[in-house]
């Protein structure tokens, strides 16, 4: 069975300033993808950024990248510059193939303070 | 773009009412899903089906079933409505494959309120 945990319940984090929110994972199938999801306060979920178990580097996509270490089970998500709009909940998952659902964290709510 | 659609966002039921969550994606997806999320829990998978007619057990099924009769479309049923089943309920789909790194697609969420 797979498990995600996200340590963090809550986080502040000032604006133009970086933040780590953390997520470790379980698994012991070798191939998996590792996903985040963006939650504003309307409920929609919003897909930020995708890490391949077999990927060798760290996947970017614009202010988001997912330190990855494989080793330690960690896929931490770093979001450079942070601004006002990017207070939400954000969710870690995991899935280990095509046919199989996400599994979810339960979430850290980040705060960005002026 | 992928579009998954769910019929109500916004729903108030009688305790001991059969409800209906209909959900409809638009991108001939295999896989469809029903979550539940509550604050502090996350996510949980609630019935998930990768093929029309066939459906699997999540986490929490009880008290919950699926319809799965058309590829488009997933149903979540609440036979017989209970207060601890107010939550927000999401759907999403996405292509089956050999790969987990297809993106799944979320639906906008259905806020269901159990009285």
């Known amino acids: 069975a797979q498990k995600i945990t996200q340590t963090q319940p809550g986080m502040f984090v000032q604006e133009k300033e970086a933040v780590t929110l953390d997520c470790t994972y379980d698994?012991?199938?070798?191939?998996?993808?590792l996903f985040w999801y963006k939650q504003p306060s309307s409920g929609e979920m919003i897909f930020l950024i995708y890490q391949g178990s077999y990927d060798q580097q760290n996947a970017t996509e614009g202010r988001y990248s997912l330190n990855f270490q494989k080793a330690r089970k960690s896929a931490n998500l770093v979001i450079s510059a942070s601004q006002l709009g990017d207070s939400a909940m954000y969710f870690c998952a995991m899935r280990v193939s095509g046919n199989t659902p996400l599994v979810f964290g339960k979430g850290t709510r980040l705060s960005v303070i002026a | 773009d992928v579009k998954v659609t769910q019929s109500s966002r916004y729903l108030v039921k009688r305790t001991g009412e059969k409800v209906f969550l209909e959900c409809v994606q638009d991108?001939?997806?295999?896989?469809m899903f029903w979550y539940r999320q509550d604050p502090g829990l996350g996510l949980r998978l609630i019935y998930f089906?990768?093929?029309?007619?066939?459906?699997e057990k999540g986490d929490i099924p009880e008290g919950y079933s699926v319809s799965r009769e058309k590829k488009e479309r997933f149903s979540l049923i609440l036979e017989s409505a209970s207060t601890n089943q107010t939550s927000m309920y999401l759907c999403?789909?996405?292509?089956?494959?050999?790969?987990?790194?297809?993106?799944?697609?979320f639906g906008e969420g259905s806020w269901l309120t159990v009285v």
């Open positions: 991108m001939d997806h295999e896989n």
């Open positions: 999403a789909s996405s292509l089956p494959s050999g790969f987990a790194g297809n993106t799944i697609y």
């Open positions: 089906s990768y093929d029309v007619k066939m459906k």
């Open positions: 698994t012991s199938d070798p191939s998996y993808g």
